[in-house]
């Protein structure tokens, strides 16, 4: 099926891809590092250290909620109207309402919007995801994953470097927002000119084995027979697959966003006030071992399976979380070398699961499975922050208790794995 796509196309797709899940990483990695300047900003006098933490446990939610919301909408969008036209819209709704963030007056104000954005930073995964999916080879696939999570977190070590050269200040952060709308222009390129998947273009009219491009038909034009994703997912026989892809994805959404990410305020903290670049400086070497992470977990699961992958990457995300919060701390020499071994084998999830979910269900339904089963846990994500902020202000606004007790979930990874079916070795379904 991938054959009716000119090597060319297909290196265009993964392009668009990658460029997309790029800049989606600066949008997951911008509050990290300008929370606590945004917030002495706006708040003025009235902030306290306390109040940083919990706005920026709040800005988080919103992110993940809105991204929640955005990954099943439109992930669903994507196997209506075509992966590419819904990963062109993605790009288009992340980057112009990160845009809006530069002209703020209220933290309300950036808390809506970051809701706003979420939209476009979820509907962004599982619409690249299934678009390079399908367009490439199953033996490439191992591959065209890993380079995916690693663009992700690309993005958050592209923007860690930024913020380590030209510091995010309270006096100085309206610029970041301005720069995160860039990326509108890869939105429009995507919308005009990107080739559409042929899996689903045949899948829409029911011969999968069928060349899409006969009867000249273009590869961007999308077929008129309607689609019911979400309703064939959640009844028999998808109900069980798309209840365990969502415990699979959450976990490790759940770990990196209610208990990873504390590390860098709490570097902002610490020494921010010696060095403003510490928390950029934090960020880049936990990006860089996410990068190197999220590229070697396809790789990993293809060479010891799918399910023993997993299990031995939430046993290793467990140990190194609780030693970064608890054996270490900002400015000691083994803070920065455990923040990237952290980094790396955390996010080994971050390239397993864009291997492993879209092998979960089939051809008509695969984007919004796959948004579904990775975004239904940012729902839980943003519960689970904000119940980070309560638990940060009951211990007295120490990060790492709330850093440690929180890393425990990744533990659970253990236990969920086994249900999961093994598709070690599977071909894609029509």
């Given at each position: 099926m991938?054959?009716?796509l ?7 797709v ?9 800049f989606?990483?600066?949008e997951?990695g911008l ?7 945004v917030s ?8 306290t ?5 919990d ?9 993940m ?7 099943i909408?439109?992930?669903?969008l994507?196997d209506?109207v ?7 819209i ?9 845009g809006?963030?530069?002209?703020v007056?209220?933290?309300?104000q950036?808390l ?9 930073v ?13 367009c ?12 995916m ?5 690309g993005?958050?070590?592209?923007l860690?470097q ?5 510091h995010?200040?309270p ?7 301005w ?9 429009m390129l995507?919308?005009v000119?990107l ?9 829409r009219?029911?011969?999968a084995?069928?060349?899409p491009?006969r009867?000249?038909e ?20 998808l109900?069980?697959l798309t209840l ?5 994805g959450s ?9 990873s990410k504390?590390?860098?305020?709490w ?26 992470g999220?590229f070697?977990g396809?790789?990993i699961?293809?060479?010891l ?13 467990t140990?190194?979380?609780l030693?970064?919060?608890l054996?270490t701390?900002?400015?000691?020499p083994?803070?920065l070398?455990?923040v990237?071994?952290?980094g790396?084998?955390a996010t ?11 092998e979960?269900?089939?051809?008509p339904?695969?984007a ?24 940060f ?5 120490s990060y ?5 007790t ?7 990874g253990l236990?969920?794995v086994c249900?999961?079916p ?5 071909r894609?379904?029509?």
């Open positions: 991938t054959a009716s000119s090597p060319s196309a297909r290196i265009a993964l392009l668009a891809a990658i460029a997309a899940l790029l989606d990483g600066v997951l509050m990290p590092v300008a929370s606590l300047s002495q900003s706006l708040l003025g006098a009235d902030y250290p306390t109040l940083g933490g706005w920026f446990a709040r800005f988080t939610a919103a992110l909620i809105g991204a929640a919301a955005g990954g909408a439109l992930g669903n994507g209506v075509g992966r590419a036209r819904a990963l062109g993605s790009v288009l709704f992340y980057s112009l309402f990160a809006l963030g530069a002209l007056r209220t933290q309300e950036m809506a919007l970051r809701f706003l954005v979420g939209l476009g979820g509907g962004v995964w599982p619409n690249a995801v299934a678009l390079a999916a399908e490439w080879p199953d033996k490439s696939r191992p591959v065209v994953a890993g380079l999570g690693a663009a992700l977190n993005g958050i070590l592209m860690s930024i913020a380590r050269t030209w995010i200040t006096d100085s952060w309206r610029w970041i927002f720069l995160a709308a860039a990326p509108a222009l890869i939105g995507v919308l000119g080739p559409e998947s042929p899996r689903w273009l045949a899948s009219r029911g011969c084995g069928s060349d491009t009867a000249g273009s590869l961007r034009r999308p077929p008129p027979q309607p689609a019911a994703p979400l309703r064939e997912l959640f009844r028999p026989p109900l069980r365990v892809g969502i415990l699979l976990i490790p959404m759940i770990g990196a966003w209610a208990a504390w590390m860098i305020p570097a902002d903290k610490v020494g921010g006030v010696s060095s403003a670049g510490y928390k950029g400086v934090t960020q880049g070497w936990w990006a860089f071992g996410a990068v190197l999220s070697c396809a790789q699961a293809a060479w399976g799918r399910r023993r992958a997993y299990a031995l990457i939430s046993f290793g995300a140990v190194l979380t030693t970064m919060f054996g701390a900002p400015l000691k083994s803070f070398p455990i990237f071994a952290q790396f084998v080994l999830f971050f390239g397993w699961l864009p291997l492993y979910l879209p979960l269900f089939p051809t339904v695969r919004a499975g796959s948004g579904i089963a990775y975004n239904v846990g940012r729902f839980a994500t943003g519960v689970g922050v904000l119940a980070a902020g309560v638990l202000a009951a211990f007295g606004g790492p208790a709330v850093g440690a929180c890393g425990l979930v990744y533990a659970l236990i969920a249900w999961a093994d598709t070690t070795g599977r894609l379904q029509d």
